[in-house]
């Protein structure tokens, strides 16, 4: 049984007709750029994620930059980011010319480390970027009070996250301002790039209405040097159809979680996600470590079942960043997990036998 990494075949079906009328819409609509499907789709949004207000924008590398530029962050400021995170959150605070400052993550939850985060707050640091890794959400009770205590700004990276909960609170409603991704493969996801901003400030929203549209309000008037960053209209209609899924398509993504930690508890060589208490989890991935990573992977792969790795290099060990100087064991937590994740089979529609089948040959892996 060939059992794929991620598979869009049942999400498809359900959206398929629904997205060639909303497609059929935009086209007889004659206005493409910036027009109702993105006005709706932000409103929607907003209530889904119990903000004040959403801007759409053209992927989640720009929500977070676009946020980031908003607080008036910039070159000689210093921003909180996880080590164990994806590029895109440091890139986003590389691009305002501040500087990432890495925090060790919980080596249980695989976020970041409320606990270590005060160490690294020095005069310049401005704001502090939580990433929701994986679907589940930081510890934000900490975080927002660490931030209050040292006047921080909190911008939450939700781009694996969508609906998830700390301690009854959606994510992406704590930060002053907060990003997130709908790329085709996360929980929420187009069909091709498309990103969104969530704030409660309605100057951080206008000032990001700006940046995104060319940094003008009014047309051939520009006030600061913004982007053209916008969400499409296709992309807009398309996640319009989507979004009253998530709930469904959360709650299997959820089934689908349990029916794994059922399958492989017990197994000494694995170590199983953990959700901390007060946090909940929407297993955009569900991740195990194993010190025997490399060689599971492979032969998982040689009876077809497919896994990624998320992510085999940290941000501070990569060519890109060099200029930082970091080398490795500098963040051996970060490192460990690089080394020893592996993200198995999760889509929309996956069955529990094949979940079963994924364990089984985990099993057959480690018995052998
Ligand atoms: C996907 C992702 C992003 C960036 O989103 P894009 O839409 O690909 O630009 C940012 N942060 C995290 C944690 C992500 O997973």
Redesign the pocket.
């Known amino acids: 049984m060939n059992i794929p990494f991620l598979s869009f075949d049942k999400t498809n079906d359900q959206i398929k007709t629904l997205t060639l009328e909303a497609i059929e819409r935009c086209i007889d609509s004659k206005w493409y750029v910036l027009g109702n499907e993105v006005k709706e789709f932000e409103s929607l949004y907003s209530t889904y994620n119990k903000v004040k207000f959403t801007i759409g924008v053209a992927?989640?590398?720009d929500a977070?930059h676009l946020s980031l530029l908003a607080l008036e962050i910039k070159e000689g400021d210093e921003v909180i980011v996880p080590s164990n995170?994806?590029i895109?959150?440091v890139l986003a605070v590389s691009y305002t010319g501040a500087t990432p400052v890495f925090v060790e993550p919980d080596i249980n939850t695989y976020n970041i480390d409320p606990d270590k985060i005060e160490e690294k707050i020095t005069a310049k640091t401005k704001a502090i970027l939580p990433?929701h890794?994986y679907g589940q959400a930081c510890e934000m009770g900490k975080i927002m009070d660490i931030a209050q205590k040292h006047n921080l700004f909190v911008i939450e990276?939700n781009?694996?996250a969508h609906g998830a909960e700390f301690d009854g609170k959606i994510t992406g409603s704590f930060g002053n301002i907060n990003g997130t991704?709908f790329?085709p493969g996360?929980n929420l996801g187009a069909l091709g790039?498309a990103?969104g901003i969530t704030t409660d400030n309605e100057q951080l929203y206008t000032k990001c209405l700006s940046l995104r549209n060319y940094g003008s309000h009014k047309k051939y008037y520009n006030e600061v040097i913004g982007y053209n960053s916008r969400l499409d209209e296709l992309q807009a209609a398309v996640l319009k159809v989507k979004l009253p899924f998530m709930a469904e398509w959360t709650n299997e993504r959820i089934q689908i979680a349990a029916w794994y930690n059922e399958g492989l508890q017990g197994l000494a060589e694995i170590v199983l996600p953990a959700t901390a208490p007060k946090a909940s989890h929407v297993y955009h991935l569900y991740t195990i470590r194993t010190e025997k990573r490399d060689l599971l992977q492979q032969y998982l792969n040689q009876k077809g079942i497919g896994t990624l790795i998320h992510y085999p290099v940290p941000p501070h060990l990569q060519e890109a960043y060099k200029n930082l100087g970091y080398e490795e064991g500098d963040f051996p937590l970060a490192e460990k997990i690089a080394q020893t994740t592996l993200s198995l089979p999760l889509f929309i529609g996956m069955t529990q036998s094949q979940v079963e089948v994924v364990c089984q040959e985990i099993k057959s892996y480690f018995n052998a």
């Open positions: 992927n989640g590398l977070l995170t994806y895109a959150s990433v890794l990276d781009a694996q991704s790329y996360k790039d990103g």
